[in-house]
């Protein structure tokens, strides 16, 4: 998982990338998927429900070949923004 701080312009890269919202489930953003594709939603939303205190699970992005989700969450007292991707698992640090 790669870290970084809001402050970091690559923090707040991602953390504008994040706003956006496509949906909450793959059907609203593909006619059909892959068994693939929902393997890979399923695990990412178990690590949302995992975390008593992660909210906003979201679609950020999409194309044919993959998407990314993102939602809130906190460590310890600080709040957090996590971002899954096809290829990569992303923390941004929202307080620091």
């Given at each position: 998982m790669?870290?970084?701080?809001?402050?970091?312009s690559?923090?707040n890269?991602?953390?504008n990338?994040?706003?956006n919202?496509?949906g909450w489930?793959l059907?609203?953003?593909?006619?059909?998927?892959?068994?693939?594709?929902?393997?890979?939603?399923d695990?990412?939303e178990?690590?949302?429900?995992?975390?008593e205190n992660s909210?906003n699970?979201?679609?950020?992005?999409?194309?044919?070949?993959q998407?990314?989700?993102a939602?809130?969450d906190?460590?310890?007292?600080e709040?957090i923004?996590?971002?899954?991707?096809?290829n990569n698992?992303y923390l941004v640090?929202l307080?620091?």
């Amino acid at each position: 998982m790669k870290e970084y701080k809001m402050s970091s312009s690559k923090g707040n890269e991602l953390y504008n990338k994040a706003r956006n919202n496509e949906g909450w489930n793959l059907s609203q953003i593909y006619g059909s998927y892959s068994a693939e594709k929902a393997r890979a939603f399923d695990r990412c939303e178990k690590m949302f429900l995992e975390s008593e205190n992660s909210y906003n699970f979201r679609i950020i992005s999409h194309n044919t070949f993959q998407f990314s989700v993102a939602w809130n969450d906190y460590i310890g007292d600080e709040e957090i923004l996590r971002i899954e991707t096809a290829n990569n698992s992303y923390l941004v640090w929202l307080d620091r």
